[in-house]
């Protein structure tokens, strides 16, 4: 009986399980934003266990900090304060969506929305501080 629940188990782990995206609300605390598209959170998983990861929000690609020209540098210092001023305006307390893994290690992929349910994606997107991504080819910020 015992090797019995062991085995099953084993195979409640499998990466098809642990691949399923987790389709939210989780509250999150931003402890600190890394870049216009990626913050890193404290999340409340449930009571009493928190995990702190990296996040990327879903579906924007913003200018890169260590950019190709000066502009794509100015923006990304641009895309960064504003998702800074915004976490901060909201008492650094997001929600996380539709979480699932990134194709980079140790990261996720999320939709966050800000405690008066503003999309942080479209924000960025509507302030000219961010493009829609879907995970294709990204397009140069460099004129």
């Not at 504003?82 to 699932?100: C, D, E, K, P």
Request: charged share 20%.
């Amino acid at each position: 009986m015992a090797l019995g629940a062991m085995v099953n188990l084993a195979g409640a782990a499998s990466p098809e399980w642990r691949a399923r995206p987790i389709p939210g609300p989780i509250e999150a605390q931003v402890l600190r934003v890394i870049d216009g598209d990626t913050v890193e959170v404290q999340a409340l998983i449930w009571p009493d266990h928190q995990v702190i990861t990296a996040v990327r929000v879903e579906g924007i690609d913003t200018p890169e900090r260590r950019g190709k020209c000066p502009a794509e540098r100015a923006l990304a210092e641009q895309a960064t304060a504003r998702v800074a001023a915004l976490v901060t305006a909201a008492g650094a307390g997001v929600r996380l969506w539709s979480v699932r893994n990134g194709k980079y290690a140790g990261r996720v992929v999320a939709a966050i929305t800000l405690p008066d349910g503003q999309d942080l994606a479209g924000l960025l997107i509507a302030e000219g501080l961010a493009r829609p991504y879907g995970g294709e080819a990204r397009r140069p910020w460099c004129p």
